[in-house]
């Protein structure tokens, strides 16, 4: 589904992609690990657009994306929760979610999917009315999650979505994932929790230094003295 | 004598209780945990104590004295520092710019720019960032960009520090070595409130733990006390 191939990418003359190759295939969910700088970010940035790749191609259901601007990327279906949510901090969350709705095949279904959003985070509709500046650390990322998936996109990117909630949460948080999946959303994960996105991952990639050093099943992930000691500090 | 001390502290937010008739302490030389749901209150409280928010009733206590109605820059300066959830720096100036900076607010006054520098340099390595004193605020990864905030708060000369979920963005590796350097912290003689999800760090690095739920504190003990207290159980860890 999304394939991204040989891809360098430069911040400035700093080089901060080597040569990536990456495949996400539909109705899976892909990890992507690595540690704070390792060019996770940097990586979703290129694919969404935000960031255009020195060399090397980005292909999204067999077209190329990478030199498309971003909001042509969401419309073919991918969607993306940032880290930290990066809310519309004085819109209020029903305009926040209005703003994810904004490719035309999702705003005609848009009254259907804000009662999905509503049904995933009800604490979502409790603050419908409230600027999303007054929301919590949490409900920030509820409400990127519901923005990104206003979009009624065919692949959804996460950056982070544990980041800043509470236990009971973080474990929501997982089994929204894999709900997403059972919806047919493909999903690319990118998580400091290493552990428990192994875990509901098919496959998984590990990144340092801007560089793939390992890729393969979720299950030998988890085995990997490399990824234990490195990454689940065992 | 506790070095923090708030009484009877409430804030509404419309009509919301953000924080509700809320007492706590801290006494010198603590490590204290701050836990909750998102939307407890958690971070309002920080920003309460550092009048970031202007509580609706009660009073706040720093070394004995009231500070509730003082404003910010003068409660930094008596030696309580903060880092923010949603991070602060000053992007576009230089990551050693922003820690001179802290050294030139904080608590002692008319610090040389040399000495200033030079003391950021070494908060830098401190907290892990050296290698990176030039590269621009905003260019730094969002876990550094706390990092940045942590040596930034310590560049005041802080008595008490204020941390706001640096852990957050962090693997498993990551946060063993961010336990170490709140240790480190606390070792050289500055009190710690610390508000974070992780529960390893958490549990392993406090002294004492406070719980608050809907604005309302609702548990305080030791870790082993809180972590196998029922309501805790039931509304922040699950299972």
């Given amino acids: 589904m999304l394939e991204v191939r040989n891809v360098d990418a430069f911040y400035g003359k700093i080089q901060a992609l080597w040569d ?21 970010t940097t990586l979703v940035n290129t694919i969404t657009g935000l960031l255009r790749p020195a060399a090397g191609s980005i292909s999204f259901l067999g077209q190329r994306i990478d ?50 959003v509503y049904e995933i985070f009800p604490r979502l509709m409790e603050r419908e009315k409230q600027l999303a500046r007054t929301l919590s650390g ?5 409400l990127a999650i519901g923005r990104a998936l206003m979009s009624k996109p065919k692949l959804c990117i996460f950056d982070e979505p544990s980041y800043g909630l509470a ?57 990997s003295d490399h990824v234990r000691k490195a990454y689940m500090g065992l | 004598m506790s070095i923090l001390e708030g009484q009877g502290v409430t804030k509404y937010f419309g009509g919301l209780a953000a924080v509700s008739n809320v007492d706590f302490h801290v006494d010198q030389g603590e490590i204290v945990g701050l836990i909750g749901p998102n939307g407890a209150g958690k971070t309002t409280l920080f920003g309460l104590i ?16 009231n500070i509730t109605s003082l404003k910010p820059h003068q409660i930094c300066k008596k030696g309580l520092a903060r880092t923010f959830q949603s991070v602060k720096v000053f992007s576009d100036m230089s990551v050693l710019n922003n820690v001179t900076l802290g050294a030139h607010f904080g608590r002692l006054q008319r ?99 406070m719980v608050l739920d809907h604005g309302k504190k609702i548990a305080e003990g030791t870790p082993q006390e809180v972590a196998t207290s029922k309501t805790v159980v039931e509304v922040y860890l699950g299972e």
């Fill in chain 2, 50 to 65: 550092s009048a970031a928010v202007i509580p609706n009733s009660g009073t706040i206590r720093f070394k004995g004295e």
């Fill in chain 1, 138 to 142: 949490g409900e920030h990322q509820m």
């Fill in chain 1, 20 to 40: 990536i190759c990456l495949l996400v295939s539909e109705s899976n969910i892909v990890a992507l690990v690595g540690s704070n700088g390792a060019g996770k």
């Fill in chain 1, 167 to 223: 236990p009971l949460l973080v474990k929501e948080m997982f089994e929204t994932i894999q709900n997403l999946r059972k919806q047919g959303i493909t999903i690319f994960l990118i998580e400091q929790n290493v552990r428990h996105s192994l875990e509901i991952a098919d496959r998984a990639y590990v990144l340092e230094n801007g560089r793939l050093c390992l890729e393969g099943d979720c299950a030998e992930l988890l085995q």
């Fill in chain 2, 111 to 209: 610090v040389s720019e040399a000495r200033a520098t030079d003391e950021a340099a070494r908060l830098l390595e401190f907290v892990g960032l050296t290698g990176k004193a030039k590269v621009q605020a905003k260019d730094l990864t969002l876990a550094n960009q706390k990092l940045l905030e942590v040596a930034r708060a310590l560049a005041t000369k802080p008595e008490v520090l204020l941390l706001d979920e640096i852990m957050a963005g962090l693997n498993s590796t990551e946060i063993t070595q961010a336990m170490e350097l709140v240790s480190k912290i606390r070792a050289q003689g500055i009190t710690i409130f610390m508000i974070e999800h992780v529960m390893k760090a958490i549990m392993s690095v406090c002294d004492r733990i």
């Fill in chain 1, 67 to 116: 030199s498309l601007p971003t909001h042509s990327i969401v419309e073919l279906g991918i969607s993306y929760v940032p880290q930290g949510g990066k809310v519309f901090p004085e819109m209020t969350v029903r305009e926040n979610l209005e703003m994810g709705a904004y490719p035309f095949h999702a705003w005609k279904q848009k009254d259907d999917t804000f009662q999905q």
